[in-house]
């Protein structure tokens, strides 16, 4: 015999086991979807990597949660780190980098050098 007391569902009969089991299925019922309302649910049917059109029940935009879930862009994602490689970050890049070869340019043409 072990020294651990014994577990409450030890202690009853298989036919209070069963309704307990019966009373939490019953209790679980209205959570979720119910399988037949997964059945007549509208599809996603996007493109899967098979090559096949996907068989998950669509969110309300049209597509289920693994091809067009929720996702967060620009500032309000977690994978957001700086703007280093934004349009405006890059353009305002470009300018300077011209800026400053004119500027070099024009200081050797001043010197009397070969550009």
Not at 28 to 44: E, F, K, Y
Not at 71 to 97: D, F, V, W
Request: charged share 25%; aromatic share 4%; with cysteine.
């Amino acid at each position: 015999m072990s020294d651990y007391p014994m577990h409450p569902i030890q202690k009853m009969s298989l036919s209070e086991i069963g309704a307990l089991f019966r009373r939490h299925r019953e209790s679980r019922q209205g959570t979720g979807r119910q399988p037949t309302q997964l059945t007549v649910a509208s599809r996603c049917y996007a493109q899967t990597r098979k090559g096949q059109a996907c068989k998950s029940p669509a969110m309300p935009n049209g597509r289920c949660r693994m091809h067009g879930g929720m996702s967060l862009a620009g500032r309000n994602s977690p994978r957001y780190k700086h703007g280093r490689y934004t349009k405006s970050a890059i353009a305002e890049q470009r300018r300077l980098s011209a800026l400053l070869t004119s500027a070099n340019h024009n200081l050797k043409s001043m010197r009397g050098e070969q550009p």
